[in-house]
């Protein structure tokens, strides 16, 4: 759920958001069952991957895109939340656009089709 709502997310954000650490072995499932995927490198130090859903992970859960993911009111409702959240909490607005954030560059290894380097105002010619 963290990868939906927040992509694209490093491993690292992943953990902040947790506030625990994530094995290497809870990511490669979700990679080997395809429900994310590997999107790009974030542009800071060490450049981490940034992962990101799959059309594989809105088929498996029913929905037509990201934008279908249930939000605050939706999951308070199904009792998924406690109603004493903390001052300030609120959702993020799941984006699984396919182009690549301002803060993200290409994988070296898989690059991208051409249609996911950008909308085509910000593509390079």
Do not use: C
């Amino acid at each position: 759920a963290i990868i939906a709502y927040h992509q694209p997310v490093t491993r690292a954000e992943i953990e902040e958001i947790r506030g625990v650490s994530t094995s290497k072995g809870t990511i490669d499932v979700l990679l080997e069952t395809g429900w994310i995927k590997l999107r790009g490198r974030r542009r800071a130090p060490g450049r981490p991957v940034t992962y990101g859903t799959t059309e594989a992970f809105l088929e498996h859960f029913g929905f037509d895109s990201i934008q279908d993911l249930p939000g605050l009111n939706e999951l308070k409702g199904a009792g998924l939340l406690d109603s004493t959240l903390p001052p300030g909490f609120s959702m993020p607005n799941p984006d699984d656009t396919p182009y690549l954030r301002e803060d993200e560059e290409p994988l070296e290894d898989e690059p991208l089709a051409e249609d996911e380097e950008g909308p085509p105002a910000e593509r390079e010619e």
